[in-house]
Every structure is written in C-alpha cells, then in structure tokens.
C-alpha cells in the first residue's frame, strides 16, 4: 500500500509515472481522491493509474459524465469528475457506493466537492504548481 509521502516531479512523464506505481500496486476497494486545480495534471496523473491498471484505452475526463467505466484492466478501473456536480445527492444517483464499496479503484477528480459522502478508507492525492521552481514542477502529496 502507497504510504503517506509527498513526491516531486518535474516533468508529465514523471507525474504519470507516478500514476502508474499507484495503479500496479492498487488493490479491489482502493478510493483516491485527487485534488488539485484546473491544469496541474489531474488527468495525466489518471493516465498513468489506467496503465498500471492494465487500461490501454484512452482515458477521457468524465466532466459530463461524473464516471468513466473501464472495464478492461487487471480489475475494473471508475473515474470520477465531480467538479459540475450540483448536489452529493446526484452521486446517489448514479449509484455511488456501488463503486466506492465495490471490486474496482476509485479515483475521484475533485472529491472535496462531496467530502461528506467518501468513504473512511479513501487515501488523498493532492498535486500543486510551483511555479518558482519550473513550469513542469509538481508536488505530489498522498496521505
């Protein structure tokens, strides 16, 4: 299991990496919340988690779908984007805790958004821009 640490990376391909460590050690049950803002590679960082999950479709933001279903990996992969979502009780209606209680990994975009409806077990992934220290230089913190 990921421990609590903060990684810093300074490139895509080093923040996707990343991702993929987290989804080759990932086990069924497994929720990540990933927060961070718009543009600091949340989706990139997804890429990776889908490619050490065994996922080589390619991997789109669900912004209007809130989850994205990949079933084809190692074990089934949800991809959640909570960002336009109106009220934690649209999460019910998609069958939430069917997902986060289920046999697959969660990783849930903007999951501060419905703090309230997470799971004791969720771990967090948080990643921030500095912009001081180069373009592409992310800190990672997971806890």
């Known amino acids: 299991m990921v421990e609590d640490m903060i990684i810093e990376t300074n490139s895509p391909e080093e923040t996707k990496e990343l991702g993929r460590k987290i989804g080759q050690e990932a086990k069924p049950g497994d929720v990540y919340a990933l927060l961070g803002d718009l543009g600091v590679g949340k989706t990139i ?27 084809e990996g190692r074990m089934p992969f949800y991809h959640f984007d909570v960002y336009r979502i109106g009220d934690v009780e649209e ?28 799971p004791d077990h969720v771990k967090t992934i948080t990643i921030e821009k500095d912009l001081e220290k180069g373009f592409d230089y992310r800190r990672i913190t997971i806890e």
């Open 45 to 71: 960082f997804t890429k990776g988690v889908a490619e050490g999950l065994g996922i080589t479709e390619p991997i789109n933001s669900p912004t209007f779908t809130i989850v994205q279903e990949y079933e």
């Open 91 to 118: 999460m019910d209606e998609i069958g939430f805790d069917d997902y986060v209680y289920g046999e697959g990994m969660c990783l849930i975009e903007w999951a501060n958004l419905i703090e309230e409806i997470l």
